[in-house]
């Protein structure tokens, strides 16, 4: 898919690998819609000041999301690529997981998403010419960990719940990637850890990097397949 002039919604924007694929897309001239709590750099929406809206609000709360379809709908009447990238953890044993953490991640993971696609859906279905929904995931979807039962649980939830969506999805025209990296240098961790572990982990602009390759070989003018999994991991291997 060419990104040039795609319409891009992105949860989860403001920082991390949701920042990450925010400049890659606007680099690759896309519109690029960043939903998020603390909104997007001022100096990046400066520099794109055409190509960005800078929608505020919480992945948790509905309302929010359907505040944010209906003003992309305003301003473009599509959504070309919708990339769930919002997400949270708390890693700890299961009877140590406070259980607000354990709701947060289960609004955020699972609802959050649910109420993404639900309301994108819609306005995604409309034309008939190329769509996707990319999913950030995680390793611990399908791979063990200790201290991250809650938050797998979740995870793997959500890509059950997206490879349901990819059939369902699949008559309309909208292809679904679901993007599974391991540990990845963002404020999701730690500080402590992330200090002590960083050098043995991915950055965010490699996510990025992989997911808007992933892009670009599917469903272009001179191939008809689709990439629908990204498994990313350290070449180091899990922490």
């Known amino acids: 898919m060419n990104l040039n002039n795609a319409v891009i919604l992105i949860t989860g924007a403001s920082k991390g690998i949701g920042l990450a694929m925010a400049e890659l897309c606007l680099q690759h001239n896309a519109f690029v819609c960043m939903f998020s709590r603390s909104g997007a750099p001022i ?8 190509r960005i809206i800078d929608i ?3 992945i948790q709360h509905e309302d929010d999301i359907i505040r944010c379809i209906q003003t992309i709908k305003e301003r473009f009447g599509t959504i070309d690529i919708l990339i769930n990238n919002a997400g949270v953890a708390s890693f700890a044993s299961l009877w140590d997981i406070a ?5 947060s991640m289960i609004q955020t ?3 959050g998403l649910f109420y993404s696609v639900k309301h994108a859906f819609p306005l995604m279905k409309q034309e008939k010419k190329p769509k996707f929904v990319v999913t ?11 201290q991250s039962s809650v938050y797998a649980a979740t ?8 490879k349901s969506f990819r059939i369902e999805a699949r008559p309309f025209g909208i292809s679904v990637i679901d993007v599974l990296p391991g540990a990845t240098a963002t404020e999701i961790w730690d500080k402590e850890f992330l ?39 350290p070449w180091t291997g899990d922490l």
Not at 99 to 103: F, T, V, W, Y
Not at 136 to 146: E, L, N, R, V, W
Not at 155 to 162: C, D, F, I, N, T
């Open 43 to 50: 100096e990046l929406i400066e520099q794109y000041k055409d």
């Open 56 to 58: 505020h609000g919480s």
């Open 99 to 103: 259980s607000e953490d354990a709701h």
């Open 109 to 111: 993971n699972l609802l």
């Open 136 to 146: 950030i995931h995680s390793i611990a979807a399908t791979t063990i960990f200790t």
């Open 155 to 162: 995870k793997s939830g959500a890509l059950a719940m997206m």
């Open 195 to 233: 200090q002590q572990n960083k050098h043995r982990m991915m950055k965010p602009e490699e996510i990025a990097q992989s997911v808007v390759s992933a892009l670009q070989l599917s469903r272009n003018e001179s191939n008809t397949l689709c990439i629908e999994e990204l498994v990313l991991r």
